[in-house]
């Protein structure tokens, strides 16, 4: 029997697959949301974006900005603004470090990934991060690149 910790179990509702290629990504956290039922309703669906959203700082608070959680169809007056500010929750001094970041070292925070946990509840993959330059663009495309075309001689020699 090994001691190998288990990987939770993610249920991903959306990925933010660019901000790989836009940013050099250094410190990972989880953060939760504050969230209405019709927006869980209309992420259970699994139809939301978070590929233009960003992490702002309101009043010493953490927000996910422009996310996109699309209206849920089966409620009719109770439903929620699909691109509103959503809070998010984590610890105070898991904020504090992320604003030094920001303020300090000119650094962004940047959403990774949406998920269920395994006890169902919303999660916020969140990065901080650095801005990659063209030269470092270019740089990470011809490594994909390179790594593609080395999969392919590979499976092609044997």
Known sequence: MSDAKKEPKRNIIADNRRARFDYHLDDVFEAGLILTGTEVKAL??????????YVAVANNELELVNANFPIYEAANRGNHDPTRPRKLLMHRREIDRLL???NRQGRTITPLKLYFNDQGKVKLEI??????KLHDKRETS?????????????????
């Open 44 to 53: 259970r669906q699994g139809k939301a974006n978070i590929a233009e959203a």
């Open 100 to 102: 030094v970041a920001i």
């Open 127 to 132: 990065a901080v991060a650095t801005g990659k």
């Open 142 to 158: 011809k490594d994909r690149d390179w790594k593609r075309d080395q999969g392919r001689l590979m499976r092609d020699r044997g």
